[in-house]
């Protein structure tokens, strides 16, 4: 495995021959899997069922801990924050769960159809989510 920083000027981290070499434990993976994304993520999802789960993102894959979404996220700071709303804002399928947690919820129009289909929202900028937060 090769680990990249996702800065640029970063590059390559290190070379990795197996997820057992992270001493320090892992929070997450996000790594290229081509045209196949949807197939990769249901794979893992099936194979790991339970232990991590997996968001294609475009041709990406973001693996995480079973449970340690931005979606759990959410309902962690419901638990804590004396509010009665939090909007939420994404773009991909990774943002999923952090949609279906937020009220109002919002997404761009270039974002995929399932991530649409989720949101109170659609909106052309983040001005336009922050405006109609505001109205409403």
Sequence with gaps: ?????HY???????DYSSLD???E????VSFYAGKDSDQVR???NKE?????EAYANGPFIDAIPYGCSKGQGIQ???KILPVEEIAGMGDAKNDLPLLKETHPSFTFPSSPLEVKSVVTAVVPSIADAIAFVEKN
């Excluded at 640029?8 to 290190?14: F, H, P, Q, R, W």
């Excluded at 434990?25 to 997450?28: E, K, V």
């Excluded at 790991?48 to 991590?52: A, T």
Aim: hydrophobic share 25%.
């Design 48 to 52: 790991f069922d339970g232990e991590i």
């Design 76 to 78: 962690e700071l419901k």
């Design 21 to 23: 070499d992270f001493k």
């Design 1 to 5: 495995y090769q680990i990249y920083s």
């Design 25 to 28: 434990g892992l929070c997450g």
């Design 42 to 44: 249901s794979e893992i």
């Design 8 to 14: 640029e000027d970063y590059g390559k981290i290190e």
